[in-house]
């Protein structure tokens, strides 16, 4: 049976309808049908496609721009935090539950204003996509990409993970590296005859704790990079000196850097030894200067502040739209049993875009 959604009652309550509504990634199938019925009945205004487990709504006014809203559907696995359970009242009410925050609620921010907008400033492209908590290669977002790329067209991308109800612009880099270090197998016993590859790895921990990441400033916001060691793989058996040891190093970059640029910085970074990237993604540039960016940038009625971490921005960036993040709920509580919402957060974005959407 299809879960009924309300689409213009208050966005607190239907964040608790979507909450309600499992969806991790890979069985997406309830909530999106939920969301097409729903949409197709309430948002005539609007032409609905449906892409596998994803959604897409638009509507074709021909105004001069067009404003791409779009939040994933997935969640991470439920950890014992479901179904929504609700504290507080009024503005001080908070929803705790899997997806409150990552983002069932910026979801419920979208769909509220796709159902009640339906004479906008702006032309309008809705975007409801799956597998956004997974390998990057499942991501609805790509899929969408390959198959409907005229659907990702606009002047401006808000994607509505949450970002405490203020604007986040751009985001960061993010490009994973392996350096390894090789050596001579011996006997503990005799090490005097091996080398240790572990032990070889010591320098470029060095270099690690001597690293002193950059703090750009762009586009008057002020990002922090990062370069850190995440894991170490090394090492035969109790008894043997190791031939063989692995580092791998993240590092994230500001959206002044391209791909190359990073990669070649790492490489001077950590120059004289054996570097593999082996996972790597873009930043993006807030963009702020573009007219709808500063006409949203103006309807918060708040200061933008640099997106520290990587998300779905990026694509449209690499699209060629500014982006930017936009959502209730912090993202320090995704992702844990702990996650929860506030009623206020929901309120105060949904009232942003729609005074941003109306014009």
Known sequence: MTASLDLTSDPVELTAQLVDIPSVSGSEDAIATAVESALREQAPHLEVVRNQQAVLARTDLGRASR?????????????DNLPVRRTGSGDE???????????????????????????????LTFVFYDCEEVEAERNGLGRIERELPEWLDGDLAVV????????????????????????????????WMGENAIHAAQPVLQRLVDYVPRQPVIDGLQYHEGLQAVRIDGGVAGNVVPDRCVVTVNH?????????EAEAHLREVFSGFDITVVDAAPAARPGLTEPAAR???????????????????????????????????????????QEHVSAADI????EVLKRFLAG
């Not at 994230?252 to 190359?260: G, K």
Request: overall charge neutral; some cysteine; proline content about 6%.
């Open 295 to 337: 006409e949203l940038v103006a309807a918060s009625e708040g200061e933008p502040v640099a997106k520290l971490g990587w998300t779905d921005v990026a694509r449209f960036a690499a699209r060629g739209l500014p982006a930017v993040n936009f959502g209730p709920g912090s993202p320090t509580v995704a992702h844990t049993k």
């Open 67 to 79: 404003v791409v809203l779009a939040g994933h559907l997935d969640t991470v696995p439920v950890n």
């Open 347 to 350: 309120r105060r974005c949904s």
């Open 160 to 191: 509505c993970e949450p970002s405490n109800a203020v604007i986040e612009a751009g985001c960061q880099g993010t490009m994973r590296i392996e350096i390894e270090l090789t050596g001579t197998r011996a006997h503990t016993a005799r090490a």
């Open 93 to 123: 009410e908070v929803l705790h539950g899997c997806g409150t925050a990552d983002m069932k609620s910026g979801v419920a921010v979208m769909l509220h204003a796709a159902a009640t907008l339906a004479d906008p400033k702006y032309d």
């Open 252 to 260: 994230r970059f500001a959206p002044d850097r391209t791909l190359a």
